[in-house]
């Protein structure tokens, strides 16, 4: 018995990509920031607090006064391209592209929060014929808020389509061997150009502590994370240190805080330390303003010498291979069929193994 293929095969391309970062506004302005800002705190995912309580705190109070603030900070690290973050992605995107040149497969970038939009971004593989969808969120470490929150924009969307295409989602990669050299790689670059400083901290997107009681695995990860990379490296133990940023408000979150953590490095006499950030798959206000900034300055001030922020990995060789493999391998079997492959003539989408497996069923069937 011959398997007809979908009815979208010969549309177009057979595999899509959909490429997921947070998020930027759309210019470093009061205005921009707001409505960026409206749209990810409004997100339950990322402030769970009931609806009653939190939305007139975000537009009484938060809406109100943290545009202004974040729009300065964001002016400090804007370039010419724009924001830091869309123009890495949009690299990553382009880089990714060429690596899959051949091989039938489109992909696309798509902000959980602004623009371009999940949304429009689905709309655009819709468009191109794609009936098999690779949604690969650019978090390493799994949270709820992130990962999670993509997977509910994607649902979003495709709950208004009419015919479905099959869909993958990794829940995040932070202990994938090609993730861990390629971090590994770019402190070693670092401690070539800038010397090996007196510690490395790992800094990660901090998380409240309530969170991690209620399940969220994504304090272990970072700690797994900055152990393999350190391991990897032989690092000793007392070189190295994880800590989180980013807090916000008057809740517990996790710890050590980095802010706190250089502050007491620099007054304990340690001169010269190098931050990392590896939850961060491209640079953006987190690294570039309050690491490579803000806290650069504070630790210098406390004391310490000499300061070096690691980039994050962006579009570098070493990044596009990790994202290249992630794609081959949640892609198996799918990168086949998008490739026009043998295997496609007889039982579409199967691999070879599972083709035999197959017309042995038939056969027991008849």
Known sequence: ????????????????????????????????????????????????LPRWLWLPLLHGIVLRLRPRYAARAYARIWGKEGSPLLTHSEHQAARLTERLAGEGVKVVLGMRYGQPSIGSALEALRAAGVGRL????????YSAVTTASVF??????????????????????????????????????????HGVPDRLLFSFHGLPRDAVERGDPYGDQCQATARLVADSMGLQPDRWQVAFQSRVGPRAWLAPY?????????????????VVCPGFAADCLETLEEIDIRNREAFLEAGGKAFHYIPALNDSPQHIEVLWQLVARHGRGWLDAARGSPVERGVYGLGEGDQQDHEQDHEAER
């Open 1 to 48: 018995m011959n398997i007809a293929p979908p009815p979208w095969r010969g549309k177009g391309a057979a595999l899509g990509v959909l490429l997921s970062n947070l998020g930027t506004p759309t210019a470093p302005t009061p205005r921009a920031v707001r409505h960026f800002l409206r749209e990810f705190l409004s997100d339950p995912r990322v402030v769970e």
């Open 134 to 141: 690779l949604v690969l969120p650019l978090f390493p470490q």
């Open 152 to 193: 509910d924009a994607v649902a979003r969307t495709l709950r208004s389509w009419r015919s479905l295409p099959e869909v993958r989602m990794p829940m995040g990669y932070h202990d994938d061997p090609g993730y861990i050299t390629a971090v590994a790689h770019a402190i070693r670059v670092a401690f070539e150009a």
């Open 258 to 274: 980095t802010l706190e953590t250089l502050t007491a490095w620099a007054r304990a006499g340690v001169r010269s330390v190098q």
